[in-house]
């Protein structure tokens, strides 16, 4: 007789609760919930976007225009979802590994709010066409953006004051990594809205600059940090090589701060620095090896802890996108590829493969991996089963039908065929598209039904260490 299988493989149970303060729980979870409704908001207006080419007369408003809600997908995702799901985590791992609590919960509590505040106010103002110009992820006028970097440089001071008070003797590799994303952002950030030497060119390369080091100073070495943190502990085993780390995390300093020219490729920047752009882009394949060799060798004899697990299977999948995202990044900087693939949606699916595969994957196996020992609620296994695998699934429908789709596109452009040729063939791959973008829709609803079901039980002590929550620690 044919025994009925189980619907999904079955996971083991947390192993350990941990007794941490219950004032950072709360705080941890106050990011996350603000990341999880950002990433709703988010996430459905790039649906909308994704459905508007298969339907372009969907939402005949200006308000509704592709021009205003582009920029707030991308702002929505990045300082919404991404930067707020990666601090929560750190609010957790920069204290653990400096073996000291956090320096100052009540900082970080108001850093979240003037986080919030900022990006609502960019959301508003971009919906009424105010804005800073073309500039891609600048899109947000300065005030909002000053603003977003004074929550950010609230951050920074409470992690700095953390590790500089550690107890350990070392600062441990993720402490490396977050302390200089939070740096460099803060950094990044000044420079690209200090308005003296942008004009013409000169804002063209700051803007290449800006652009990419915001992926590859912010959230690249932010979730790298993150994992060198979550990996070990999940696998209950040291990282493979410290050295790898150290070396990976030099190379990404080095080589990433000189490849922003890598945007404008073929276009009047100075020639020379194109090509230093393009080398070190290729450079970075030093620091993929180093990374994601560290990562995979650490995994390495540990399948059946990942399959048991519902954190790691994110992990795995983020170390691979890493890879994989990153080193398509590096080939697409080549002048022979970028002739084909500039301009078409082609980058978009780089976007996504990185943004999502990468960034967003490793964010979620570092939350379900914290937050189920932080409250000791977990989600319905099922559930989370089906968050990975609508995510996952989406993912690849969207990346494939843009890959193709945006090499034909480019080549129809090269064969100087008439532009309607290349939007009428894109049509059936921009169908793909929103298909695959559903699923990744549904795939953060469910996300948003585990996260409330990890909601935390507060103690009763609470409401005693709020009156003490501005006290440093
Ligand atoms: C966490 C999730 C997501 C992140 C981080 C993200 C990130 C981005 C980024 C960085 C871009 C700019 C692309 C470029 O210029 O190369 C973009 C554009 C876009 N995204 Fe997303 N995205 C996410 C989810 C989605 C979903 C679920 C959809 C649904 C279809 C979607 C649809 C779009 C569309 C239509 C564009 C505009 C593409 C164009 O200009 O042709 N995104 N997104
Ligand atoms: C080895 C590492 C990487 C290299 C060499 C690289 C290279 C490139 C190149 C050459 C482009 C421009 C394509 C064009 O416009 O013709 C690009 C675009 C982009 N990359 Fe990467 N990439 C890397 C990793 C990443 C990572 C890790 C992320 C995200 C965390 C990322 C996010 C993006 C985004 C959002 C764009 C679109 C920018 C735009 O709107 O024009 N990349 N990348």
Same mark, same amino acid.
């Given at each position: ?22 004032? =950072? ?25 994704? =459905? ?34 990666? @601090? ?7 204290? !653990?590994?400096?073996?000291? !609590? ?39 006028? #300065?005030?909002? @953006? ?37 740096? #460099? ?31 590859? @100073? ?15 502990? $999940? ?17 990404? @300093? ?57 954190? $790691? ?56 991996? =914290?937050?189920? !020992? $932080? ?13 990975? #695998? ?28 008439? +532009?309607?040729?290349?939007?009428? =063939? ?14 990744? +829709? ?32």
């Amino acid at each position: 007789m044919a025994t009925s299988r189980p619907i999904a493989v079955s996971k083991s149970n947390i192993d350990e609760i941990i007794d941490e303060d219950s004032r =950072l729980t709360k705080l941890i979870y106050s990011y996350l919930t603000s990341a999880v409704g950002w990433l709703i908001f988010g996430t459905f207006i790039g649906l909308f976007l994704g =459905l508007k080419f298969v339907y372009p007369d969907l939402g005949n408003y200006p308000w509704l225009s592709f021009g205003r809600l582009r920029p707030i997908h991308t702002n929505v995702v990045f300082w919404g979802w991404s930067s707020l799901s990666m @601090m929560a985590l750190a609010l957790y791992v920069v204290p !653990r590994t400096s073996q000291r !609590r956090l320096f100052n919960i009540q900082l970080s509590r108001q850093a979240l709010y003037i986080i919030n505040v900022s990006i609502l106010l960019g959301v508003l103002s971009l919906l009424f066409g105010v804005n800073n110009g073309g500039q891609e992820y600048r899109e947000f006028i #300065w005030p909002v @953006m000053w603003l977003f970097a004074l929550g950010i440089s609230a951050n920074l001071l409470n992690f700095y004051n953390t590790v500089a008070l550690r107890k350990t003797e070392e600062i441990y590799l993720s402490n490396w990594y977050i302390i200089a994303a939070f740096i #460099w952002t803060f950094v990044v950030v000044v420079i690209a809205y200090l308005p003296f030497y942008q004009h013409s060119l000169g804002e063209t390369v700051i803007q290449g600059y800006y652009m990419h080091m915001g992926v590859g @100073m912010w959230f690249t070495p932010m979730v790298l940090g993150l994992t060198y943190y979550f990996l070990p502990k $999940l696998l209950n085993k040291p990282i493979y090589s410290y050295s790898l780390g150290v070396l990976g995390f030099w190379t990404q @300093m080095v080589f990433y701060s000189l490849i922003g020219a890598h945007h404008f490729v073929f276009s009047p920047v100075p020639w020379w620095l194109q090509t230093v752009a393009i080398v070190f882009s290729i450079g970075m394949f030093v620091t993929l090896f180093a990374g994601t060799g560290n990562f995979l060798l650490t995994m390495k004899g540990s399948f059946r802890t990942i399959k048991k697990s519902y954190s $790691l299977p994110f992990i795995l999948v983020g170390v691979i996108f890493y890879f994989l995202a990153s080193g398509q990044g590096s080939l697409e900087a080549l002048r022979s590829l970028n002739e084909i693939w500039h301009f078409t949606n082609y980058t978009v699916a780089h976007s996504h493969l990185t943004m999502y595969g990468f960034v967003a994957f490793l964010i979620w196996g570092g939350i379900y991996a =914290l937050l189920p !020992r $932080l409250t000791g609620k977990e989600p319905s296994h099922l559930l989370v089963g089906v968050h990975f #695998w609508f995510a996952l699934i989406g993912l690849l429908v969207y990346g494939f039908a843009l890959m193709i789709g945006g090499t034909l596109q480019g080549k129809s452009w090269i064969e100087q065929q008439p +532009f309607i040729n290349s939007v009428e =063939l894109m049509s059936s791959f921009w169908l793909w598209r929103a298909i695959g973008g559903t699923f990744m +829709f549904i795939a953060h609803i469910v996300f948003a039904v585990n996260i409330v079901k990890m909601k935390p039980v507060l103690s009763k002590e609470f409401e005693t260490e709020k009156k003490i929550a501005s006290e440093p620690i």
